[in-house]
């Protein structure tokens, strides 16, 4: 049985399992520690401490198959929540309540569920099955509430397989109500690379990817690593395209029609993604025929910049301007103003922008493939730039994550870690074996090696890269800091051979995933579960 299908009888399983499932992961299982229940009273009284507003946002997210307009005359099947992608974006205020019913009309017996990236909110509202709730099953529903108590930038997606690759995706804006940002206007920008419906399912990409190097019939010339160029179709030299070579974005050997290889890129230490994507979208639309933001001259502008994709680093650029960056991750830093920033899967940036006069490419380039997603700014008469524009402020500067310093508002006070965990990354390309600690995430029994925390603890995670990839490290339920004195965020890039050391404060009680957000490594196994000791 192939690991798709096995992951689809255990979901279905555990479905048909109920509260039976979670019951059994919040004990003492199998002789482990007593773990806290993501239900249990510890996460009610935390729930309650949020206080809030009182006002309840109540909404239908209907996730179903349908034919999603991309621009340019290219339509595609695929997912989505209620027949766009993004889906309609849900904008409240710090401290409202949201009660978000989720209809699962996807075919077949295909589970599901929504987790809302980037929120501190309560566990078992998380929407990670089996550990925080059983997948919602086609036909059925289920409905997220909880308090929304910190203002930012956010988003919503399946955690279920890789259906995050498909259109299954929308903003959430939890916005402050006393915003001490000022600006005119504001844009929500949602980047996202793009295959479901042109070469395939990500599931079929997955599958691919599953088999590694080492399953892969190949039989031209390769290059200095072993990889296989002549199977592709393509010479060693052109092996960082973005694989447009035929009608379906594909040349070559179709057994391999999802791998991308030869991609490389220096700010992201080496190698830049396995997956082939035949197109990369801006608020779901090709740059053939872009998304397009109408302001006026002069008008300080608020880009909230958000990275959906499941492979992709985005580097990010508005041609004749530049970035102030003010929040990543929801959370504010001291101002940095930039040319251009690097946004991985997950992450999110705002930035200040004041407008020029004229017609302006915003440009999201595929880090190290060759490729690349645009929408426009129009403040006056001009033509439109094409579809491939490259502004020269993507070769300007770039500020990290690691050069930005945290508000002082939202600063973590200096104090010794209680707790350390060193989360080691390890796998490899040829048996795409991705793990942590060299063990990877067991579905069936998710508790089964945990990173224990306790409630009150100043917790350190030492991620440590011993693998020739890229991982942006996701961690649910909270938000840690970098180092002493960076930015606060939830997700971060962890380079190759690299060591990024992160610090939270253990306050929202329950059980947390910490994975890597690229939706393959993810899947394959790059995942471990936080969990607060009973």
């Not at 965990?421 to 063990?439: F, P, S």
């Amino acid at each position: 049985m192939n690991s798709i299908n096995r992951r689809s009888v255990l979901l279905a399983g555990l479905a048909a399992a109920g509260t039976g499932m979670l019951a059994a992961c919040s004990g003492d299982t199998s002789g482990g520690p007593a773990l806290l229940s993501p239900s249990g009273s510890h996460v009610a009284r935390t729930e309650k401490k949020r206080g809030g507003t009182g006002r309840v946002h109540r909404l239908n997210l209907t996730a179903a198959p349908g034919r999603l307009d991309l621009g340019g005359g290219t339509t595609v099947t695929s997912w989505a929540f209620s027949g766009r992608t993004p889906g309609k974006e849900i904008r409240i205020t710090a401290g409202d309540t949201l009660a978000a019913e989720l209809s699962n009309q996807l075919p077949g017996r295909t589970t599901t569920s929504i987790h809302w990236h980037g929120l501190a909110l309560r566990s078992d509202m998380d929407g990670v099955p089996p550990v925080t709730q059983t997948a919602v099953r086609a036909g059925a529903g289920f409905t997220y509430r909880f308090i929304a108590d910190t203002p930012g930038t956010y988003f919503f997606h399946p955690h279920v397989g890789v259906q995050l690759d498909r259109g299954l995706y929308a903003p959430l804006i939890v916005e402050d109500p006393k915003e001490p940002l000022s600006y005119e206007d504001e844009w929500v920008v949602v980047l996202d690379d793009w295959l479901d419906g042109v070469t395939g399912t990500p599931d079929d990409a997955f599958a691919e990817l599953s088999k590694g190097m080492g399953g892969m019939e190949m039989g031209g010339t390769g290059d200095s690593s072993g990889h296989d160029m002549g199977a592709m179709g393509v010479s060693p030299s052109a092996s960082a395209s973005s694989g447009h070579g035929t009608s379906d974005g594909v040349s070559g050997d179709m057994s391999m029609k999802f791998m991308l290889m030869g991609a490389t890129s220096d700010l992201l230490g080496g190698d830049a993604g396995d997956v082939r994507y035949p197109h990369h979208l801006i608020n779901g639309r090709i740059p053939a025929d872009p998304a397009v933001h109408t302001g006026k001259p002069g008008r300080r502008v608020r880009l909230r910049i958000i990275n959906a994709g499941g492979d992709t680093a985005y580097r990010v650029a508005l041609g004749g301007h530049k970035l102030t960056i003010t929040h990543t991750d929801g959370f504010p830093v001291e101002h940095r103003q930039v040319d251009a920033l690097l946004i991985g899967m997950g992450e999110r940036y705002d930035v200040l922008v004041t407008l020029d006069d004229g017609v302006f490419p915003l440009v999201a380039l595929a880090e190290g493939k060759d490729a690349s997603g645009m929408a426009l700014v129009r403040t006056g008469s001009g033509q439109a730039p094409g579809p491939t524009v490259r502004p020269k402020e993507l070769d300007g500067e770039i500020v990290t994550a690691s050069q930005l310093r945290a508000a002082d508002d939202v600063r973590l006070e200096a104090k010794k870690p209680d707790r350390v965990h060193r989360i080691e990354l390890t796998g490899t390309m040829a048996g795409y074996d991705w793990a942590v600690n060299g063990k990877r995430f067991d579905m069936a029994d998710p508790t089964a090696h945990p990173l224990l925390v306790e409630e009150g603890q100043r917790v350190r995670l030492d991620f440590v890269n011993t693998t020739d990839m890229w991982h942006p490290m996701h961690l649910h339920g909270h938000t840690y800091q970098l180092g002493g004195t960076g930015p606060r965020k939830d997700t971060t890039i962890v380079l190759p051979r690299k060591k990024v050391s992160v610090v939270f404060d253990a306050d929202n009680p329950g059980q947390w995933m910490l994975h890597c957000h690229n939706a393959y490594h993810g899947e394959a196994g790059m995942m471990a579960l936080v969990a607060y000791r009973a």
